[in-house]
């Protein structure tokens, strides 16, 4: 009898068993019992009035288990719709406002946080937006890429996205 650690579901017909000592790789299993649809996925979406409400067809953030997607923000004011765009400091703080709501309203903070991208007009910016995002965390900090893009919704200067774990 295999006494079976693991069984990682690859793609349809496909799947690595993991045994006590190793793991082995089979396309020839039969899937008959395996329906995705058992799997114990609970998926919630987020919605705060403190946050700028969503602009096109996505969710503010979407909870699935015990992690947090949240969507790119730019420095909507949440309830006049408006874009802050007076420097680049005060629009990362917006920014980081902005995430910061969802991330209460997910019962977590920026210590939850594992993964952000950040999205710039202009990398020369960097600095500056680098020091407002590294005063909303104590230590710890989250993995990250930064970009510059051509152009962010609204003509924002900056947009970020994170991904926390609860």
């Not at 058992?38 to 998926?43: A, D, I, R, T």
């Not at 949440?78 to 209460?104: H, R, Y």
Request: hydrophobic share 40%; aromatic share 6%.
């Amino acid at each position: 009898m295999l006494l079976l650690k693991k069984i990682i579901w690859l793609a349809p017909g496909t799947l690595l068993l993991c045994l006590i000592g190793s793991c082995m790789h089979s396309n020839k299993i039969e899937t008959e019992n395996y329906n995705p649809k058992n799997q114990l996925m609970q998926k919630s979406i987020l919605k705060t009035e403190k946050a700028p409400l969503p602009i096109g067809p996505y969710s503010q953030a979407v909870m699935i288990n015990n992690m947090l997607f949240v969507s790119g923000q730019v420095a909507i004011i949440p309830g006049t719709g408006q874009l802050l765009q007076s420097d680049i400091s005060a629009e990362t703080k917006q920014v980081m406002e902005n995430i910061k709501a969802i991330l209460t309203e997910a019962g977590l903070d920026f210590n939850n946080i594992v993964k952000t991208t950040i999205f710039l007009k202009d990398m020369n910016d960097f600095a500056k937006v680098n020091e407002v995002y590294g005063s909303y965390f104590t230590s710890d900090y989250p993995a990250r890429e930064t970009v510059q893009v051509a152009r962010l919704p609204k003509d924002a200067n900056v947009e970020i996205s994170v991904t926390a774990v609860k």
